[in-house]
């Protein structure tokens, strides 16, 4: 079955410094990888996908997420966290017609 | 303004009572999903359709119902079948039909049990 996995509910940073944010999925056949973030009490907004060509895409606000196949990893980076990126995370894998979410990753940023 | 809109933003359920939850789009998207969300659950699919009078159960369909009868609009009914519904529910929407399309999310309602 098509799965994917957060394996950290809560990440903390100090602002400045680059983070990371884990994804790991389970898939059968090619992967289509999502990053969304939630902003408390809201609905989830798009930052980047994955589905095919270069394993380092570029999204939203700065994000990035490296494409790792013999990992089966998808994880959301940052060069340099803003306190404003603190929010929770989800990363999502498509199968059929539908998403597929991961429980979520807190992200704390500290000034 | 193109976008999704849900409401109630908060509502509140009896025992026994069946309720309501609107998702209206004007994106014109194909596609309209239900998700619920639980502290540390993360989003788990109720219910999706993928074109008008047409859905599929979810993850999680049990106690829930919808209808698409406008391509517009896919309302989710809580059941009294549901015996623990309280959880922020999300609706979204795509094109429909691309493997690779995102999904637009509305700002989710917040059901309580009175």
């Known amino acids: 079955a098509q799965s994917v996995a957060q394996p950290e509910d809560q990440v903390n940073v100090a ?3 680059p983070l990371t944010v884990k994804c790991t999925y389970s898939v059968s056949g ?3 990888l999502f990053w969304y973030v939630q902003y408390p009490n809201r609905g989830l907004q798009f930052l ?6 270069d394993n380092l895409v570029k999204g ?8 790792n196949k013999s990992q089966t990893s998808f994880h959301l980076k940052k060069p340099s966290a803003l306190v404003s990126d603190s929010a929770l995370y989800f990363c999502a894998v498509r199968t059929g017609g539908k998403l597929i979410f991961g429980q979520g990753t807190e992200l704390s940023v500290k000034p | 303004d193109g976008g999704i809109t849900q409401s109630p933003k908060y509502l509140f ?3 026994g009572q069946n309720v ?3 998702c209206e789009q004007n994106l014109n998207h194909d596609a309209m999903y239900w998700y619920r969300q639980d502290p540390g659950q993360g989003l788990r699919l109720i219910y999706y359709s993928q074109i008008v009078n047409d859905f599929q159960k979810g993850d999680i369909a049990e106690g829930y119902s919808v ?3 406008k391509k517009e609009s896919f309302p ?5 079948a549901q015996k623990n519904p309280t959880a922020f529910y999300l609706c979204a929407s795509s094109m429909g039909g691309t493997i690779g399309e995102k999904l637009f999310f509305g700002s989710g309602t917040q059901l309580s049990v009175l």
Request: proline letters at 3%.
């Open chain 2, 67 to 69: 209808s698409r009868e």
């Open chain 2, 76 to 80: 989710l009914t809580v059941t009294s």
């Open chain 1, 30 to 32: 090619n992967p289509y």
């Open chain 2, 20 to 22: 309501t939850l609107s």
């Open chain 1, 48 to 53: 980047l996908k994955y589905i095919t060509g």
């Open chain 1, 15 to 17: 602002e400045g410094n």
């Open chain 2, 13 to 15: 359920r009896k025992e």
């Open chain 1, 60 to 67: 939203s606000y700065g994000f990035e997420a490296e494409f």
